[in-house]
């Protein structure tokens, strides 16, 4: 619809435009999502949650370890061939990977948006550098609307979501698992 759009108004150059917008799209996310990533990596790392070599920059104040692993964990997923027995043809799993992970970033993008309110209420003299455009409206209609576009999901892409979910989920006794012993229930300390 966009690129027709476009088309109608640059006749010959909508198409162009249109990948030139997604190109500039995919590669800032990208971009947020590699360096964020290896930033994740490298925090777990300093609260020993995470492979202790992670957790040190380099001399480019970089965490070079993160983005190895980030990468190293980026070509894992996207290598496996898949096989769909209706099409008879040979795929990757990169095609289901954004169904797999949608539904639980949304859970987490609602989780941090129901943060605001939680905050607002237990601390409500906090110093606050930034501020929600259109509290309590704005952040609330967004987690209605997510919310709605995860029940969607959750019932019509079931496939890929439920799995999705489920990989998540497996993150919890990793977590347990790998959390310091001295910070566990019961350690001495």
Do not use: H
């Not at 609260?47 to 001399?59: E, K, P, Q, Y």
């Not at 954004?98 to 943060?115: E, P, W």
């Not at 967004?142 to 919310?147: E, F, K, Q, V």
Request: charged residues 10%; glycine residues 10%.
């Amino acid at each position: 619809m966009a690129t027709a759009t476009l088309n109608a108004i640059f006749p010959g150059l909508g198409g162009t435009i249109m990948a030139i917008g997604i190109m500039i799209s995919t590669f800032g996310c990208a971009n947020g999502l590699i360096l964020a990533g290896a930033r994740a990596s490298y925090a777990m790392a300093r609260d020993g949650l995470f492979f202790r070599a992670s957790g040190r920059l380099n001399d480019a104040k970089v965490p070079a370890w993160g983005l190895t692993l980030q990468g190293l964990w980026a070509v894992f997923l996207v290598l496996p061939r898949t096989y769909n027995t209706t099409t008879r043809a040979y795929g990757n799993l990169y095609n289901d990977l954004l169904a797999y992970v949608i539904s639980a970033a949304l859970i987490f993008y609602i989780l941090t948006i129901a943060g605001l309110f939680r905050l607002r209420r237990t601390r409500p003299d906090a110093d606050r550098p930034y501020r929600a455009i259109g509290y309590p409206i704005v952040p609330a209609l967004y987690i209605a609307g997510a919310a709605a576009i995860l029940i969607v999901l959750f019932v019509y892409q079931s496939a890929t979501t439920w799995p999705g979910l489920a990989i998540v989920l497996l993150g919890v006794p990793v977590y347990f698992l790998w959390k310091p012993k001295e910070s566990r229930p019961g350690a001495r300390g």
